[in-house]
């Protein structure tokens, strides 16, 4: 397998935000720029009952949301933009879950000059995929006292609705600048405009590996994609029965599965999501890690080039190819071995894989359901117990024994090897488990080489 260094950059418009191997930048003032999208700023992995919950946090908005591709066809006329009003933002996009495109227009075909013409009315709007509409009229003339660099905060207001209706309001989270000079109107006969698009991340992947040892991303699967951009398309839905079936489970995720939805706030304010991995089997190592996508965006919906950002290096020879310091897989991923509670019935304890079988595994032969250390578990064990294995003579071929003081483990491992470490040969081995109590439980282990 070739190694490689698993970060892949959308063009012009991904996402920037800080990853669990480097610290996040920030800048005042944002432009169209190359975007990386890396992974949430922490997560963790824990179980609860039979299931494995992973949980994160996504990356600060500071630095997940900017400001993206521009238009300025329509803005300049015959001008160049050295002689036209420049727009600046400060800022970042903090509200809203897809990206959005936003129109500024002029309200006639007059020519103005910032910064000497009385009056410069203009009107600010964006629409979204459910036809809805949201508007802010200014005023950047002087009669308005508007100063040339002043900023004008992005909040926008809902129109067209039916009377007595209450509109929403979107806090995009930043501002405008308009500089002095020309809006010139020249250019195709009609009101000056300037179209530009707020971006943020799509959504996340949870990857999921299994094995003794930390697993490269080219090992791992997407176990789920939870896109805020497809929750969107559903999220003015009133009630489940009335959303698509391949969107109900997203829906659900952040509507009324759970109270609250997703994401929630920690005591500390800061909002994470979860998701909970049920297709999980008790003794078996997993590996997680969760990343953003993005597929990118370009004045409106039409281009689609979903993208990871699985962020590490496989092999330190490839340090250096990508720039910046050589990452270790294994500090991108969390490793959580799935356990059993301990046990109170001790008559419940029961072998797997019995038969034990050598030359499988549970990746080539999923029936004999070979662990990858080649172990033989013992499941429901006490918090305190004893284990001798013996042959169907009566020698003594291993013993050990289990503690697990909370009862959050009732999991024993067996190396299938004897008391002197060799490999034990194929036959029929009797085992003994007796608990602190003193209640004792016996059993058989076929062994087949």
Not at 79 to 105: A, K
Not at 109 to 126: F, H, L, Q
Request: proline share 5%.
């Amino acid at each position: 397998m070739i190694s490689i260094r698993w970060v892949r950059i959308l063009l012009l418009f991904v996402v920037l935000a800080a990853g669990l191997s480097g610290s996040a930048r920030a800048q005042s003032e944002i432009d169209t720029m190359v975007l990386v999208p890396q992974a949430p700023d922490s997560f963790y992995v824990e179980r609860r009952g039979s299931d494995i919950v992973i949980g994160w946090y996504p990356p600060p908005d500071s630095t997940g949301k900017v400001i993206g591709s521009r238009d300025y066809t329509n803005w300049y006329g015959e001008h160049t933009s050295g002689d036209g009003v420049e727009i600046s933002f400060s800022g970042y996009y903090s509200n809203g879950l897809v990206d959005r495109q936003i129109l500024l227009e002029k309200y006639d075909r007059d020519t103005y000059e910032v910064g000497v013409s009385s009056s410069i009315p203009m009107r600010i709007s964006s629409g979204d995929m459910f036809d809805r509409t949201y508007e802010k009229i200014i005023n950047i003339g002087t009669d308005s006292c508007y100063t040339p660099g002043d900023p004008v905060p992005m909040t926008l207001v809902q129109i067209g609705l039916p009377p007595g209706e209450e509109p929403d309001s979107l806090e995009f989270g930043f501002n405008i600048h308009f500089s002095t000079g020309l809006i010139d109107t020249s250019q195709y006969g009609g009101p000056a405009s300037f179209l530009f698009d707020v971006q943020d991340f799509e959504g996340f992947h949870v990857w999921r590996g299994s094995g003794v040892s930390p697993s490269y991303p080219s090992d791992q699967q997407v176990i789920i994609e939870i896109s805020k951009e497809d929750y969107f398309k559903v999220s003015a839905i009133d009630v489940i029965e009335d959303v698509p079936l391949k969107w109900k489970w997203l829906w659900e995720y952040f509507n009324d599965n759970i109270e609250p939805a997703w994401p929630r706030q920690d005591n500390q304010g800061r909002w994470y999501f979860e998701w909970v991995d049920g297709n999980v089997y008790p003794g078996i190592t997993y590996h997680y890690n969760v990343t953003t996508f993005d597929r990118g965006y370009f004045k409106g919906f039409n281009i689609h080039n979903k993208l990871d950002n699985f962020v590490c290096d496989e092999d330190s020879s490839c340090y250096g190819t990508s720039g910046g310091d050589y990452v270790h897989c294994d500090s991108m991923v969390i490793s959580f071995e799935m356990t059993v509670d301990a046990g109170s019935d001790i008559k419940r304890i029961y072998v797997v894989p019995n038969p034990y079988r050598t030359g499988t595994s549970e990746e080539t032969t999923p029936y004999y359901h070979n662990y990858s250390d080649r172990t033989i578990r013992f499941f429901n064990m006490p918090r305190e117990a004893q284990i001798k294995i013996y042959t169907v003579s009566g020698d003594l071929v291993w013993q050990g024994a289990h503690s697990n003081a909370d009862g959050s483990d009732g999991i024993l491992s067996w190396d299938v090897r004897n008391k002197n470490g060799r490999d034990v040969g194929s036959g029929v081995y009797i085992f003994r488990v007796e608990a602190a109590n003193g209640e004792d439980v016996y059993g058989r282990i076929v062994v087949i080489r």
